[in-house]
């Protein structure tokens, strides 16, 4: 049975995080074998908060002065119930509540979280430094992007509060942020987030089929096939690889096997950026396009982009060369070619030009 990874710990403070209790002791310490496990997780990819009882205005300044303030995301440091405190992380972060871990080194708190959050998995102080170990806390891939998943998060949060204090237009707002689009031709080394978005892309994702790394690689060895990710950057900070696209390009049609973005960048207009690219793209080469669609509970909107981009089920010869796929519709397009997007500077190849050129 596959464990499922924790996405985001929260930790308590006294006596669990650092040593002693701040507001009876007046100073506390970091074991340094503590500092390795924050540290560590971190470069798996799996985010931290705090959830404390403690005064903030008294308590951030020492996680800053024992070097760790800039591991923790949405801390939550107060005097309300903790339960509370982690549900707010969790719905903050959008994370199901069985992806978050709270640790913390009193029964009673503990109690308090897991009878209101049955859902989030519970450790004690002694389990610390043994998190490492489990199967829960290890991710089976640890990818460039979950490396600097933590940075991404944050930039994302300043995004969002400056966005929500701009008063004009969203259009207006996008073209602030100097959003750049990139598109490249994947390597080995991007195979195991490109598997990775096959798995977790739900809502922007064409088919929902997963594609495993084995699949992946037949793919980029094969002249006919792109293998294509996606990676989205602003002034505040890189998104990471936000999406994939799976062409085979054949004479007179281009198929697109799967498009997919991340739901983050949903609302930079990433997907429709990437249609009308690939469309463009398209027309250059002369070649119709022919996307597979395949319906599943949670990717409407997949379906509203492709039929916004002008996808139709308009019957065409073009179609002849693609073998039939169960559960799978062909949507079709005549492409034309599109000026470039006034919200973001797109950086791709030019795949009229073979792989590896």
């Not at 339960?83 to 992806?99: K, N, Q």
Request: net charge negative; charged share 25%.
């Amino acid at each position: 049975m596959t464990v499922k990874t924790v996405k985001c710990l929260v930790w308590d403070l006294d006596r669990t995080l650092w040593s002693g209790v701040l507001l009876e002791d007046g100073e506390v310490t970091l074991a340094d074998e503590v500092r390795e496990v924050i540290v560590a997780l971190d470069q798996r990819g799996i985010l931290q908060s705090v959830a404390s009882r403690n005064d903030h205005d008294h308590a951030w300044p020492w996680l800053e002065k024992l070097g760790v303030a800039d591991y923790f995301v949405l801390p939550r440091i107060g005097w309300g119930a903790k339960s509370a405190s982690v549900r707010a992380i969790a719905e903050e972060l959008a994370f199901a509540h069985d992806v978050i871990a709270f640790v913390d080194d009193t029964p009673t708190e503990r109690a308090e979280v897991a009878h209101h959050l049955p859902d989030v998995r519970i450790y004690t102080e002694r389990d610390v430094l043994g998190l490492l170990d489990r199967p829960e806390f290890t991710p089976a891939a640890v990818t460039a992007d979950a490396r600097n998943r933590r940075a991404m998060y944050q930039a994302g949060f300043r995004r969002k509060a400056e966005q929500e204090s701009f008063t004009g237009p969203d259009e207006d707002f996008l073209r602030t942020l100097d959003l750049r689009l990139g598109i490249h031709r994947a390597t080995e080394a991007d195979l195991a987030r490109v598997e990775e978005l096959t798995l977790r892309t739900s809502q922007m994702n064409a088919t929902g089929v997963h594609y495993s790394d084995a699949d992946l690689r037949a793919l980029l060895d094969d002249p006919d096939h792109e293998v294509l990710v996606t990676t989205l950057d602003d002034r505040f900070g890189p998104h990471g690889a936000v999406g994939i696209i799976l062409l085979a390009k054949y004479d007179p049609v281009w198929h697109l096997k799967l498009l997919a973005t991340s739901c983050r960048v949903v609302t930079f207009g990433a997907g429709t950026v990437l249609l009308r690219w690939l469309a463009d793209q398209a027309a250059r080469a002369g070649a119709h396009l022919v996307a597979d669609f395949r319906r599943t509970e949670r990717n409407r909107m997949m379906e509203v982009a492709y039929r916004f981009a002008g996808f139709t089920d308009q019957a065409c010869d073009c179609r002849a060369a693609l073998s039939a796929a169960e559960g799978i519709e062909r949507l079709h397009l005549v492409p034309q070619r599109h000026e470039p997007p006034t919200t973001m500077t797109v950086q791709a190849p030019d795949l009229s030009l073979h792989k590896g050129r």
